[in-house]
T-cell receptor, first 112, second 114 residues
Framework: GAGVSQSPSNKVTEKGKDVELRCDPI?????LYWYRQSLGQGLEFLIY????????KSGLPSDRFSAERTGGSVSTLTIQRTQQEDSAVYLC??????????FGNGTRLTVT | DAKTTQPNSMESNEEEPVHLPCNHS???????IHWYRQLPSQGPEYVIH???SNVNNRMASLAIAEDRKSSTLILHRATLRDAAVYYC???????????????FGTGTRLKVLA
């Protein structure tokens, strides 16, 4: 595709429910990042995938958060038992080697 | 991870140049300086990057201090469409684990006045 695609663009869920957020990176990009942006804040690093290497999960805030990347392409970020503090915009980015990051427009998650 | 420091906000008049500063006193010799900007309701977009020498592209110029402890993003003629949050980030060399970790701060919110 032309750019990084994220779905859904908006998600409203009840506290305690699980949610899955999807990221389709640019074709051929080997690196994929997830970030979280709370209202009025900067970007918080969550997780990074690079090719077939083990992902860098050092930014995941709790064990309720997990992510996978199937076939080196599409990635899914899963949040279990959502809490109100999980409300934020979740951004995905991809890159190839040392090229700049290309971001999607994010998924706005609201936990009620 | 090396940190950057930027002013929270700046204002500029339309059609005038804007100089957005960034301090990175703990930068290492192999860290690249990257700038991204985030328009309202969008993901960040790449602006420019450099290592030691000043850089120019169609969007902006990057001036890097001789000691590399600071840099300045220059928008030569600000337009209303340049109103955004500008992030200055340090990106290190690829580690043995294959990780580039781009650490974003809170950036500088640029307001452009008509």
């Amino acid at each position: 595709g032309a750019g990084v695609s994220q779905s859904p663009s908006n998600k409203v869920t009840e506290k305690g429910k699980d949610v899955e957020l999807r990221c389709d990176p640019i074709s051929g990009h080997t690196a994929l990042y997830w970030y979280r942006q709370s209202l009025g804040q900067g970007l918080e690093f969550l997780i990074y995938f690079q090719g077939n290497s083990a992902p860098d999960k050092s930014g995941l805030p709790s064990d309720r958060f997990s992510a996978e990347r199937t076939g080196g392409s599409v990635s899914t970020l899963t949040i279990q038992r959502t809490q109100q503090e999980d409300s934020a915009v979740y951004l995905c980015a991809s890159s190839l080697g040392t090229t700049p990051l290309h971001f999607g427009n994010g998924t706005r998650l609201t936990v009620t | 991870d090396a940190k950057t420091t930027q002013p929270n906000s700046m204002e500029s008049n339309e059609e005038e140049p804007v100089h957005l500063p960034c301090n990175h006193s703990t930068i290492s010799g192999t860290d690249y300086i990257h700038w991204y900007r985030q328009l309202p309701s969008q993901g960040p977009e790449y602006v420019i990057h450099g290592l030691t020498s000043n850089v120019n592209n169609r969007m902006a110029s990057l001036a890097i201090a001789e000691d590399r402890k600071s840099s300045t993003l220059i928008l030569h003629r600000a337009t209303l469409r340049d109103a955004a949050v500008y992030y200055c980030i340090l990106r290190g060399l690829l580690t043995t684990s294959g990780t580039y970790k781009y650490i974003f701060g809170t950036g500088t919110r640029l307001k452009v006045l008509a």
